[in-house]
Every structure is written in structure tokens, then in C-alpha cells.
């Protein structure tokens, strides 16, 4: 049987949906780290094989969550993570094991996919205070009117944070698509 876990896609982007460049973010935002960890805790984090790799060793897998990584790749193994041959399966397995909530943590190529399908239910997006014109992967142009939107919290540019952000929370229009 499976659970009705949701699905909450979580993502930091710049001001031109930037997401980051040669497999590595564009920013070091404490605040952001934070509020990562502290919503993800204890759940099922789902990523592309590039973002895995591009996880520092130390936090890799990502304690306190189940990882799953996704990969075509049928010899690709992740120490301490859990490998599918693709997004589905791996949000197949996780409501087999009823886990509640599910969040799609990047890259590109997997919120792309994610959104395109419609598979999200809700959305965190740190937006960044910063353009980066260097920037090699980008979060999707999102239809708008799909979502409600919320600003949940806001953080300065200080000694831990390069830029200054806002946290704001989608959830889906009662509007049905
Ligand atoms: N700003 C943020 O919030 C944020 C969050 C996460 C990541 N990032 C950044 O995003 C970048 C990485 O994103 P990316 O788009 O290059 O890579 P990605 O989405 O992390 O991973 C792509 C890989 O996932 C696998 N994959 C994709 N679609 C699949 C499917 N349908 N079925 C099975 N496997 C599939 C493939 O692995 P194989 O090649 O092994 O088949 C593919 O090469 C990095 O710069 C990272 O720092 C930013």
C-alpha cells in the first residue's frame, strides 16, 4: 500500500533562476543551510547523480535523511544512499516505505523533470539577492498562476551570508490545471 507522502521541492535560486556553475553552487548562505537542514531533517531527500556528487564528502550522505540518487547509470553505486534508474521509482519506493514527506533537492535536470511532470505539491524558493552571469544550470520558468505564494522569512548579507535573500513558500492554487 502506498502512503500519500507529499512531494516538496526545495531550491536556492538567483535572480535569473540561477542555480549554480561547474557542479557547485553560486553562493555561501548560512541562513539558507539552515533552513535547508531544518526542513529536510528526517525525510527523504531525492537528487540527480551531479548534485550528489557535487555533496562535500563530509555530508555526503546527507545526515539525518534518507538519500536517493537518481542515475541511468546501472552500475552507478552512492555510498549510504539509496540508487534509482529514475525519479519515479524513487517516489514510488519512498511511499512503499510511507514516508511523509518527500523533497526533491536539484539539480536542474531533476526539478525540471519534477515540475514538467507535475509531481510537486509544494515549493520552498530562497530567492538570492545576486545575478551571476557565469552560472551554467537554471531553475525552470515557473507558471505563476499555478501557485500561491507566501514569503515565510528573510535574512540579510552579513559575515555568513555573501547575499541577502527571502524565503518564500509555494503551495498549489486551489485552481485545478
Ligand atoms: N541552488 C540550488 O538550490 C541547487 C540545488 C541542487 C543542485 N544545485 C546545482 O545544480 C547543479 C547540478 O544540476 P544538474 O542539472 O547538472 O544535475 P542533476 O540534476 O543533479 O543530476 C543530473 C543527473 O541525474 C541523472 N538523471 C537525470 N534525469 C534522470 C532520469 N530521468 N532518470 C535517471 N537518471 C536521471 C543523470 O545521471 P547519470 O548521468 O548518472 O545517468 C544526470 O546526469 C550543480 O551546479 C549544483 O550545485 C543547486
Do not use: C
Given at each position: ?7 516538496i521541492l526545495i531550491a536556492a ?12 553552487l553560486?553562493?555561501?548562505l548560512k541562513s539558507d543551510m539552515q533552513f535547508f537542514k531544518t526542513l529536510t531533517s528526517?525525510h527523504?531527500v531525492?537528487m ?7 555533496l562535500?564528502?563530509?555530508f555526503?550522505?546527507l545526515?539525518?535523511r ?37 523533497f526533491?533537492i536539484g ?17 520552498y524558493l530562497t ?38 535573500g527571502?524565503f ?10
Amino acid at each position: 500500500m502506498q502512503h500519500l507522502s507529499s512531494i516538496i521541492l526545495i531550491a536556492a535560486i538567483g535572480k535569473n533562476q540561477e542555480l549554480g556553475r561547474n557542479n557547485d553552487l553560486l553562493w555561501r548562505l548560512k541562513s539558507d543551510m539552515q533552513f535547508f537542514k531544518t526542513l529536510t531533517s528526517g525525510h527523504w531527500v531525492i537528487m540527480g547523480r551531479k548534485s550528489w556528487e557535487s555533496l562535500p564528502p563530509r555530508f555526503r550522505p546527507l545526515p539525518n535523511r534518507t538519500n536517493a540518487v537518481v542515475s541511468r547509470n546501472a552500475d552507478f553505486s552512492a555510498e549510504g544512499a539509496h540508487v534509482f534508474s529514475n525519479l519515479q521509482s524513487a517516489i514510488d519506493e519512498a511511499r512503499t516505505l510511507q514516508a511523509e514527506k518527500i523533497f526533491i533537492i536539484g539539480g536542474a535536470q531533476i526539478y525540471r523533470q519534477a515540475i514538467e511532470e507535475k509531481l510537486v505539491d509544494e515549493m520552498y524558493l530562497t530567492h538570492v539577492n545576486g545575478s551571476f552571469d557565469d552560472a551554467d544550470v537554471f531553475f525552470p520558468v515557473i507558471e505563476e498562476s499555478y501557485w500561491h505564494i507566501q514569503e515565510i522569512g528573510r535574512f540579510d548579507a552579513d559575515l555568513n551570508n555573501e547575499f541577502s535573500g527571502r524565503f518564500l513558500h509555494y503551495t498549489k492554487n486551489a485552481v485545478k490545471f
